[in-house]
């Protein structure tokens, strides 16, 4: 029987994939996905068929456990919800915020300090900026961020698909080096495996190269020869209103202020998003856009209508995809030294037995995070490894989650913001990007073990 939750995965997963020739939105796999999951998760838990594995490692079994086993599985569906949420409820305040300032026209200030037409130049500037903005206010916010700028400089949609491919690629380089950059660093930050002061040590000239590689490669290709074409009627400095600078600092400062909230608060970062979120929602309340303001204006400008622009299927294709991921995660599926495992951990666990060697497992890690979620992976090696704060491994794992998942487009939440945005094809993304990031990916990881492993010898 738990052959059927996993051929649910393998079907729902191929389903997404194949969106554009099936010509369905991969929202609904993901959606039917993760709700047959765990609905043949709770059939056959209940039938005896199933034990369940929880965040701590708990077992429940309901033939012996009865009411209190199901109170367990209960639990371990909330908990799994309740982390998904975090995640949802910190993209939908990111991407309210960044609605709020395109409503204001506040990119119209960055489109301003961007002067080159040089396709090639254009590409650089947008990649150091994503690199280095993903590190303070996380890649999957500066992809969104970057992606809404790319909507006002590049109008031709061939040419801004690769920009976005690219953006990805910058974005969660970028978020590897900085423990509040990417949803896995933050993860080994909380649990006290790493520093952040030892990330950055460890990981940032890794992730340069991881970026820069790719970009040097792309840069060459004929997509980005020439100069971007603009319309005719191109608006200019006049499309900035009263408020638009004021509404772009403003929004992209109380996005940075989520880590600052964190670290004095120690509350998870959705908090903060919900906060920063109330405040600038709060400004665009009384701020005018307008020397000539009323009432019937105000409509234009609301929060109300920013909401209305958000990507409700692609908070929902989050939602299917973890939680599908996250069955998979509870159900248990072997033993391992006497411990009863969930089928990711077993999964990590079987690799660490047949390949001794712990750099190459990491390597494969960070393939496999650009095809299964890169969350419950690094949560399973955080259970398999015993060892202490800022080790090597850590390190390791945190550029191997990080920039793997640029690998596929679904690989990161980067990647399926992107996605989501712009409408990338998973097989055009397969076909034309692929392939840079993972030379970014296996260059970045050979320059990490050269320093770490035969220069300096580290543990």
């Not at 949802?88 to 002067?115: C, N, P, R, W, Y």
């Not at 916010?141 to 910058?170: F, M, N, P």
């Not at 209305?308 to 998979?328: C, K, N, T, Y």
Request: include cysteine.
């Amino acid at each position: 029987m738990t052959s059927i939750i996993i051929i649910i995965f393998v079907i729902g997963y191929l389903s997404i994939t194949l969106e554009h020739p099936l010509k369905l939105d991969k929202t609904v796999p993901a959606l039917i996905m993760a709700s047959l999951i765990w609905a043949v998760l709770a059939i056959g838990f209940t039938s005896g068929w199933f034990d369940v594995v929880n965040g701590e490692g708990q077992t429940f079994n309901f033939l012996s456990g009865g009411e209190a086993a199901m109170d367990g599985f209960e639990g371990t569906l909330l908990h799994h919800l309740g982390k998904t949420c975090e995640i949802l409820i910190f993209l939908i305040g990111a991407m309210t915020i960044v609605e709020i300032i395109d409503l204001h026209q506040g990119f119209e200030v960055l489109k301003s300090a961007v002067h080159t037409k040089s396709k090639r130049k254009l590409l650089w500037i947008i990649g150091i900026i994503a690199f280095f903005l993903s590190a303070v206010i996380d890649n999957l916010t500066a992809t969104i961020v970057l992606i809404t700028l790319l909507r006002k400089l590049v109008h031709k949609r061939e040419d801004r698909l690769w920009y976005a491919a690219l953006i990805v690629i910058a974005a969660n380089a970028g978020g590897a080096w900085s423990p509040i950059g990417d949803v896995t660093t933050t993860m080994l930050w909380i649990a006290k495996k790493i520093t952040a002061a030892g990330l950055i040590e460890f990981v940032v000239l890794p992730s340069i190269v991881s970026f820069a590689i790719p970009f040097l490669i792309a840069s060459y290709l004929p997509v980005f020869r020439g100069t971007i074409e603009t319309p005719a009627l191109e608006e200019s400095e006049d499309a900035k209103l009263l408020s638009s600078r004021t509404m772009l600092f403003l929004g992209l400062g109380m996005i940075i202020s989520v880590p600052v909230f964190k670290a004095l608060t120690h509350l998870p970062p959705y908090m903060g998003m919900m906060l920063a979120l109330g405040v600038v929602w709060l400004v665009s309340e009384y701020i005018h856009p307008e020397e000539d303001f009323d009432n019937k204006k105000r409509a234009l400008y609301s929060t109300q209508r920013a909401l209305s622009r958000i990507e409700i299927s692609s908070i929902l294709f989050f939602l299917g995809i973890l939680m599908a991921v996250a069955g998979l995660e509870a159900l248990v599926y072997g033993t391992i030294n006497g411990e009863q495992v969930g089928t990711l951990r077993y999964m990590a666990e079987v690799l660490q037995g047949a390949i001794p060697n712990q750099d190459i497992v990491i390597l494969l890690l960070g393939v496999l995070s650009a095809i299964i979620d890169n969350v419950p992976l690094v949560a399973a090696s955080m259970g398999m490894y015993d060892l202490p704060i800022d080790s090597v491994l850590w390190h390791f794992i945190a550029y191997a989650a990080g920039t793997g998942g640029s690998m596929l487009i679904i690989g990161s939440a980067a990647g399926v913001a992107a996605m989501g945005m712009e409408r990338i094809d998973f097989i055009w993304y397969l076909k034309k990007i692929s392939w840079l990031a993972f030379i970014g990916f296996i260059t970045g990881a050979g320059v990490f073990l050269l320093f770490e492993r035969v220069l300096f010898h580290h543990t």
